[in-house]
């Protein structure tokens, strides 16, 4: 029985600790290229969700995003409301190592973020302290973000704890000037239409 148990918990091992093979370099020379302070300079505004490890939606949210570039600095003020009409706040302080690595870090977060980016993908890992009911909970993100043509950004994050994934979050940047001139151009297209 014993046996039994210990190899399971190996096959399990094995399995989650295999499954994170992708790296940023597997990106390099893909377009559109992501680069963080160009990206989120200004105003950004996201959408995203949570789904549980069972795929059950728990979670949706939206972001209003400021962000500063000082020549070495990336500042984000993250503002969150909630779908249960729940708010938050996040602010980042980023700065770039070099062409492909950005370290950060925030109220919230344990220690420091890191990232890499390489052509249109950026990996970013951090471990944070995640509210959850009256308390928090100790939690690793994995975050991968990709950079789409005509500025959408789409991210797709891991949350784990002691190794196996809760769940996962999703989301959709869209820079403020392209998400305004999107709606512009759609209505201008409707009123052709009419």
């Not at 009256?134 to 975050?143: A, I, L």
């Not at 704890?161 to 809760?166: A, H, Q, S, V, W």
Request: proline content about 2%; hydrophobic content about 40%; charged content about 25%.
């Amino acid at each position: 029985m014993v046996r039994t148990i210990l190899l399971c918990f190996a096959v399990l091992v094995t399995v989650t600790g295999c499954s994170g093979t992708m790296k940023p370099e597997d990106f390099a020379g893909r377009e559109p290229r992501l680069v963080l302070e160009d990206y989120f300079e200004g105003k950004t505004k996201a959408w995203g969700m949570f789904h549980d490890r069972f795929g059950n939606l728990r979670r949706e949210f939206v972001v209003d995003i400021t962000g500063t570039w000082d020549g070495e600095i990336l500042t984000l003020d993250e503002e969150f409301d909630y779908s249960d009409g729940e708010q938050d706040r996040r602010v980042w302080t980023i700065k770039k190592i070099d062409d492909n690595t950005y370290v950060g870090t925030a109220g919230d977060i344990i220690g420091e973020a890191s990232g890499k980016t390489f052509g249109n993908a950026l990996n970013w890992t951090y471990s944070m302290n995640l509210k959850v009911g009256d308390g928090t909970w100790k939690v690793k993100f994995d975050d991968w973000m990709f950079l789409q043509p005509e500025g959408v950004l789409l991210n797709r994050a891991s949350v784990s704890k002691f190794g196996f994934e809760l769940g996962v979050v999703t989301l959709s940047f869209a820079r403020a000037d392209e998400e305004s001139e999107t709606a512009a151009n759609s209505n201008v297209q409707q009123r052709a239409a009419e």
